[in-house]
């Protein structure tokens, strides 16, 4: 399975239909002193798919009846892009994922709070959970169970953080309060 695409969109095409969406990306030639060139390619694809998720994110509030039908067929329109080639849209779920977790954890915060800190491990947990399970359908046990450890990893980050929540609100005891007592 291969999830290179054999005529990846140049640094233009995706200016193009950055532009065609009234979207332009933000220069920062001092982080990019190449410019905006082909080695910018994957900040803009990520502009690009910025916008994206924004227009979906206002076509599909799922605020009243019926309107998860508007989320069901932009699923369509997704599969509909990928094909029918077999363990691809795990592959694409698990980079959506990874992404998620990286915007949940606030990449600049020192410390992360319990609520994101337990986001973070959920979101993890999923990333692990289907690399275990693309690894026993390849029959790969120790990447199985690497990915397994990292899932029974976050999860218990998940359980800490909804716990660590608890106590900042009072609703748990926290550490000082069991040696107290």
Known sequence: ???????????????????????????????????????HRLRL??????????EITAATRLTEEGEVEDVLETLLGWREQLGAEPGIEINVVTNRLQRTALQVSEPEAEELPPGREAAF????????AL????????GDTEGTRHALSGAEEALIDILQGMHDLRVAIGDAPGPQDETDG
Do not use: F, W
């Not at 694809?45 to 924004?54: F, Q, R, V």
């Not at 690399?131 to 390849?138: F, I, S, T, Y």
């Open 131 to 138: 690399g275990a399970q693309l690894h026993a359908e390849r």
């Open 45 to 54: 694809l990520g502009s690009l798919l910025a916008k994206t998720e924004l």
């Open 1 to 39: 399975m291969s999830t290179r695409n054999e005529r990846p969109a140049s640094a233009e095409q995706i200016r193009a239909a950055l532009a065609a969406l009234a979207v332009e990306p933000a220069a920062e030639p001092e982080k990019r002193p190449e410019g905006s060139g082909d080695g």
């Open 121 to 128: 491990a959920a979101v993890m947990t999923a990333v692990y």
